[in-house]
């Protein structure tokens, strides 16, 4: 549960498409359906109108979940002399779109269905009366010029002398008054309703934030999925391999592992380094490889006598995780770096015990992540890069088990492939832990680190689409 010392952790300012998509998707997963939010932003955008004391009133609609925004006001301003409702009758509508236009039927408004400019012409006498027009067509997810008879809507109602409300973001090209955008700004200038979504759907991660990870194209090549390279082993053998697991199962095409010890997993691609621990003597080699991948993840099982290496992968490195025996003084980094400590490593590093209180620990990770993004492990993770902070409580006391926190940094290095050093650690440690509450479903306390990688790509991959 929040408290009131968590608010301080609410990002402010414009936010884009992408992640009020995951803040909107991590609300349902907490119990608010898109219905209701749905239907608190059609209420705000009804109210704006109302503020203006018209008579008539167009509301300009298309497929989306904007669409159904503006079919929401509309039912809320059918006891007015005039509510006329313009929408596309042609290709698939959002589930809950479709469900406000059911409901509009009902009501007492004008339904006008459009399907190509001709039928946008015919209608040019509802944009002369209108006293107020919402424009409700296209909202954070448009991209790429609009489209007839979108762009003949937007057309007439620039035209037009009445003025625009645009809900949520204008449609491109659109003469808007006032711009209602809901829970945060989506452009600048924009006026704010809130909607009611949780304080948690922001600051803790969720199923929505899932929806960051890009989808792979329809013509993608080997590779398209990233290259990492795993640095660790000698005193440890299992570690490096299970972190290759880990990155494997998070989508990373080719995975190598740079170590002394070999285990045999055919998936992986074994790249010997002779001895017993890693040294200076084995810097060229790994180097190249380092040249060559999109992640290095290092550290984990490396012992502590590999610094001077560490402190060479990361000046060389384009982006790294540093996990285990990696996390020491002096700190490593790359251009751009994820750390995954855990309390007693945090410590290492920075000097200072992280707090138990949440709050507190929230703020000590932001106080530390000045040279790139912390996922400071625990019953509750942290994750900041100075800036955010995002809790994940996603994970099992099974968890103890050696092991999970190596199949992390391998989550977050294939991620970090794919997407910005924040946004991997966040999704990482929430996927890592809901694939140990999986693999704890079944097995219990004699859960093992190498039970959770079949779970990842369910969770990763297979989530349902947002609408």
Known sequence: MATNDMREFLETGTIDAGRMRAVEGNAVALGQPSLLMMESAGRAVADAVLARGPSRVLVLCGRGNNGGDGMVAARYLQHLDSVDVVYPDYGSTTPSAAAQLALLRHCSVSLHPVRCAADVEGLSRLFDDADVIIDAMLGTGASGAVREPLASLVARANASGSPVIAVDVPTPGIRASRILSFHRPKVEG????????????EIFTGPGDLTLVPARAEGAHKGAGGEVLVVGGGPYQGAPYIAAMGALRAGADIVRVASPAYVPMPDLIYERLEGKAITGDHLETILSLVDRADVVVCGMGL??????????????????????????????????????????????????EPPADLAA???????????????????????SDGSRVR???????????????????????????RIPAFEAACIAAYVNGRAGMLAAGEHGEGMLATDMPGYIPEILFRHPAPE
């Open 303 to 352: 012992g502590k006598e590999s610094h001077d290496v560490v402190l060479a992968v990361a000046e060389a490195a384009k982006r790294a995780v540093f996990d285990a025996d990696a996390l020491a003084l002096p700190l490593p980094a790359a251009r751009e770096t994820i750390y995954t400590p855990h309390a007693g490593e945090f410590a290492r590093i920075t000097g200072t």
């Open 361 to 383: 620990r929230g703020r000590c990770a932001k106080a530390a992540a000045t040279a790139g993004t912390i996922l400071l492990k625990g019953p509750v993770d942290v994750v």
């Open 190 to 201: 924009a006026d704010v309703a809130d909607i009611g979504i949780p304080l948690e759907a």
């Open 391 to 417: 809790f994940n409580r996603t994970g099992t006391p099974a968890m103890t088990t050696g092991g999970t926190g190596d199949l992390l940094a391998g989550i977050a290095g294939a991620l970090f492939c």
